[in-house]
Nanobody
Framework: QAQLVESGGGLVQAGGPLRPPCAASGRTISSRTMGWFRQATGKEREFVGA????????TYTDSVKGRFTISRDAAKNTAYLQMNSLEPEDTAVYCC?????????????????WGQGTQVTVSS
């Protein structure tokens, strides 16, 4: 079985940090890329960033560059989304995803497995 489980969301004040992890198990462990997406109420799910599982190469959407950092701990089969300087506009459900086919994919259709998501709410 393939499984991704996010945690670590919550309510935070603007300017604060959060670092939700994404724990991978099953077939997701052999994925090429771990990505993070987010979906705000009434909006489409959008790409946030991604990291290649072996080399650790990252890519980010422009709106989070310099504030968000993705890392991974191969020994724990876990990826992390370090979010700093959070803004109310970052409020969304954050989902991690795994791709077995591409490196640093930015499109939803490039990902094969998805977590259930964790809610992040940033208050002003």
């Amino acid at each position: 079985q393939a499984q991704l489980v996010e945690s670590g969301g919550g309510l935070v004040q603007a300017g604060g940090p959060l670092r939700p992890p994404c724990a991978a198990s099953g077939r997701t462990i052999s994925s090429r890329t771990m990505g993070w997406f987010r979906q705000a109420t009434g909006k489409e799910r959008e790409f946030v960033g991604a990291i290649t599982w072996n080399g650790g190469t990252t890519t980010y959407t422009d709106s989070v560059k310099g504030r968000f950092t993705i890392s991974r701990d191969a020994a724990k089969n876990t990826a992390y989304l370090q979010m700093n300087s959070l803004e109310p506009e970052d409020t969304a459900v954050y989902c991690c995803a795994a791709s077995r086919r591409v490196y640093r994919g930015t499109r939803r259709d490039e990902y094969d497995y998805w977590g259930q998501g964790t809610q992040v709410t940033v208050s002003s």
